[in-house]
């Protein structure tokens, strides 16, 4: 069965800080791996990795992925309050599984003024 | 472009009753999903469409269908609604398979 989990589940820090957000996953075939924001509502996507070693950056936010270690980062730089919220990671096995995102649980992050 | 609706935006049911919950989508995209989220959990796949007429099985289909007679809408039915499917549903779009999805408000369901 795919697998993914995020770590840590919560995260409670101060504006100015930088934060680390950890995925790692078992899946039989990997295409891709996604980052998404969720605060009240729908989950809005941040990122899209598929090639090892790659960073990806927006702004105060990036994240790269270890295929071989079979996990990603999220980083975020420079923490404000409006950075709270639930971030998820999901990935696509690929395969006969193509297109069936398999979610981590999430971590809430909330920073504090 | 108002990119994904839903309704309703929440719903009490009765056990055994059944309801269908609307998305819309005017960008024109191809592939749809449905996904359910429990509280403290990540989202999990209900269904999804690689276009009109075309639906597939995700993760978790038992309890639900869907219809996609259009490429605007996807709408998922529950019949007989049990205390499980206490749950927000999301509904999102994607110009490809796995492209960036773009996900509605949610529907907020609760079976009692």
């Known amino acids: 069965e795919d697998k993914v989990v995020q770590s840590p589940l919560s995260l409670v820090v101060h504006e100015g800080d930088t934060v680390t957000l950890n995925c790692s996953y078992e899946v039989t075939n990997f295409r891709s791996l996604l980052w998404y924001k969720q605060e009240k509502k729908a989950p809005t996507f941040l990122f899209m990795l598929?090639?090892?070693?790659i960073e990806k950056k927006s702004g105060r936010l990036s994240s790269i992925l270890d295929k071989k270690e079979l996990f990603s980062i999220l980083n975020i730089t420079a923490t404000q309050t409006g950075d709270s919220a639930v971030y998820l990671c999901?990935?696509?096995?690929?395969?006969?599984?193509?297109?069936?995102?398999?979610f981590g649980q999430g971590t809430i992050l909330t920073v504090h003024p | 472009n108002a990119g994904v609706t839903q309704t309703p935006k929440f719903r009490i049911l009765k056990i055994g009753q059944s309801m269908t919950l609307q998305c819309t989508q005017d960008?024109?995209?191809?592939?749809m999903y449905w996904y359910r989220q429990d509280p403290g959990m990540g989202l999990k796949l209900i269904y999804y469409?690689?276009?009109?007429?075309?639906?597939d099985k995700g993760e978790v289909p038992n309890g639900y269908n869907v219809s996609r007679s259009t490429t605007e809408d996807f709408p998922l039915r529950l019949e007989l609604a049990a205390p499980s499917q206490t749950s927000v549903y999301f509904c999102?779009?994607?110009?490809?398979?796995?492209?960036?999805?773009?996900f509605g408000p949610g529907t907020r369901l609760t079976v009692t």
């Open positions: 999901a990935v696509d096995p690929g395969g006969t599984s193509y297109g069936k995102l398999t």
């Open positions: 469409s690689v276009g009109a007429g075309i639906t």
């Open positions: 999102a779009s994607s110009y490809r398979l796995l492209y960036e999805q773009y």
């Open positions: 960008m024109n995209h191809n592939y």
């Open positions: 598929t090639s090892s070693g």
